[in-house]
């Protein structure tokens, strides 16, 4: 008789495939604790958020970067709007008299902070709207809910004088929400409401129903630093696992925006560098302590010859980052790697008055630059220090007289440093905060850059006209007085026109008549193509002229005129004939 066979899940392939799947259901389940949805837009800029919100489609999130904007937004439809960093993202009311947010159907706001307005966040007459992982606070109504089916959760009401507003048949649901330090907390009119493990403290007129069992009264959350807008809890805040559902590592959730399974998970940016002592290889770095509950310790973050990520310094310590639980390291036998130094390359010049702005590539390696100039072609008797920019004015200068400029980069001995807290899931804050500490006095420069010369000059900015565009029609065709076209007329006039009398006659009487021109190309889209096409001629004499030297320049203007005379000939010869 056959043995029996066994179930296929009993069997070795079985087993296997049974763990993978479950697996993969730990995986989706776990995904779905998952901060913030992938962003579909981002906004860069005050402006361009509306314009979004606007083109956006049912489903989509429109994300805004860390940063303050004043705006007054309308959202649409089944659409998010979330902040990339809830402590740094910042929403302000442009128009006080409108509110910072209002709200559509289906339409959720997270991860936001929300502060100086009238209102806050309005709906009127939606249905599913949430808002949730947000901070609100200095308004004078934080959430103002109208004849609307509106969600609370997870959110920081603080400092406001009014936290929540609802009336006309709204049905209001706010859960694992802090309402603190208001002049009112709530205030309902014919409102159905659910109310679940909220805080509420110290704010100076109590509505909230005292029959909710579930929430917490009179405790203070025990915010990291609210004046600083870290919402996050301090070790012992009554709002820590006091909140319904979970958090994302599946433990009670938290009251307050850093609780919930949409939460960031992102700690509270390290602030108060400061190095305290330093040596040719030596460097002692302290910090101020992040005390949200949940933070295990700080990574240091260093670089010997660079400024912001990768940090990829060495020291007797280890190799960055140096993990560790005190607020101070001293980092000792500093790496210092050999640099080889390049000329700075693709120098430009701008004039202004008694000015030019000079900019040019930056240098691997280079710490800092010099920029040497003076009014004779290879000789610079005066050098200034740029530091580690690669934009530099010189200023007090003498309009029309030509100056000669060169630039240096240089290598001095400096740490650059950032901290970062840790939490207890490995999560780390952002790397926002860079202090510089320069070990040796000792410079190592390297070759100079080639010579480029410009006349300062008096410009006129044209009322028609942005400020980038004082440099007439070619800078209003080609849009920007950097464009290397303009740089070849500006050097052509600089060489050419304003050396002799007849140059700089024409030259007074380009300026006499160019403005009121260079406005309306500027002010006419259409024109611009035909703005450039015109000047082809001109670019192309200015870059054959700067391009080539003065006998190739004399044999050219011979031929030209010789060409134009057998033409004219030629012409004489055929009417004859």
């Known amino acids: 008789m056959p043995p029996e066979k066994k179930p296929y899940l009993f069997t070795r392939p079985g087993r296997i495939q049974l763990i993978l799947l479950f697996l993969f259901g730990l995986v989706f389940l776990y995904s779905n604790h998952l901060f913030a949805a992938t962003c579909t837009e981002t906004a860069t800029d005050a402006a361009s958020i509306q314009t979004l919100i606007d083109e956006a489609e049912s489903g989509d999130v429109v994300c805004i970067p860390a940063g303050t904007y004043q705006v007054n937004l309308n959202l649409k439809a ?122 509420l403290y110290t704010n100076q007129n109590d509505n909230y129903p005292t029959s909710d069992t579930s929430s917490v009264f009179d405790e203070s959350p025990l915010f990291v630093n609210s004046a600083s807008n870290d919402y996050h ?34 700690p509270f940016p390290v602030s108060g560098l400061t190095v305290t002592a330093q040596g040719a290889d030596t460097v002692t770095l302290a910090w101020t302590a992040n005390n949200a509950y949940n933070i295990a310790g700080y990574k240091v973050y260093f670089d010997i010859d660079n400024s912001g990520e990768p940090y990829a310094g060495t020291a007797a310590e280890g190799a960055s980052p140096v993990s560790l639980t005190l607020l101070s390291l001293q980092l000792t036998s500093l790496v210092i790697a050999p640099v080889i130094l390049t000329a700075p390359t693709g120098l430009t010049t701008v004039p202004g008055d008694e000015t030019l702005l000079v900019s040019w590539e930056s240098v691997p390696g280079a710490t800092g630059y010099q920029v040497s100039y003076g009014t004779t072609s290879g000789s ?13 004015q010189i200023t007090g200068l003498t309009n029309g007289v030509e100056i000669f400029i060169t630039v240096t980069a240089y290598f001095q001995p400096t740490v650059y440093l950032a901290v970062a807290a840790v939490d207890t899931d490995d999560n780390e804050s952002p790397l926002v905060n860079e202090i510089a500490a320069v ?53 052509f006039r600089n060489h050419f026109l304003l050396t002799n ?19 309306f190309i500027n002010a006419h889209d259409w024109l611009k193509p035909v703005a450039r096409t015109g000047l082809y001629p001109a670019i192309g004499l200015a870059w054959f002229c700067l391009k080539t030297g003065p006998a190739l320049k004399i044999f050219s203007a011979f031929f030209v005129f010789g060409l134009f005379m057998t033409l004219k000939r030629f012409s004489r010869m055929k009417q004859c004939g």
């Open 380 to 392: 610079y008797p005066t050098t200034v220090d740029a530091g580690s920019s690669v934009i530099h």
């Open 78 to 199: 089944s659409i998010t709007l979330q902040g990339l960093e809830l402590a740094r993202t910042f929403l302000e009311s442009a128009t006080e008299t409108s509110p910072i947010i209002t709200g559509a159907t289906s339409a959720i706001v997270q991860n936001l902070t929300i502060q100086n307005g009238g209102i806050g966040i309005f709906a009127h007459t939606i249905s599913n709207f949430t808002i949730q992982n947000v901070i609100i606070s200095d308004t004078t109504i934080a959430v103002d809910g109208d004849n609307s089916t509106l969600t609370v959760s997870n959110v920081v009401l603080n400092e406001n004088t009014t936290a929540i507003i609802s009336r006309n048949t709204s049905n209001l649901t706010v859960r694992n929400t802090v309402i603190s330090n208001n002049t009112t907390d709530i205030s309902l009119t014919n409102t159905t409401q659910t109310f679940t493990n909220n805080l």
């Open 501 to 519: 009398s007849p140059g700089r006659r024409f030259v007074a009487m380009y300026y006499q008549l160019s403005p009121d021109a260079a406005a």
């Open 233 to 266: 809890l301090k070790t012992g805040s009554p709002a820590i696992d006091a909140g319904s559902g979970n958090d994302q590592d599946l433990s009670t959730a938290d009251i307050g925006a850093y609780g919930g399974n949409g939460a960031e998970v992102t």
């Open 439 to 491: 070990l040796s006095d000792d410079i190592t420069t390297g070759p100079v850059s080639s010579e480029v010369s410009d006349f300062p000059e008096e410009s006129v900015i044209f009322p028609d006209l942005k400020d980038e565009y004082n440099c007439f029609i070619a800078t209003a065709a080609y849009g920007s007085s950097m464009a290397p076209q303009v740089v070849w007329l500006r050097k």
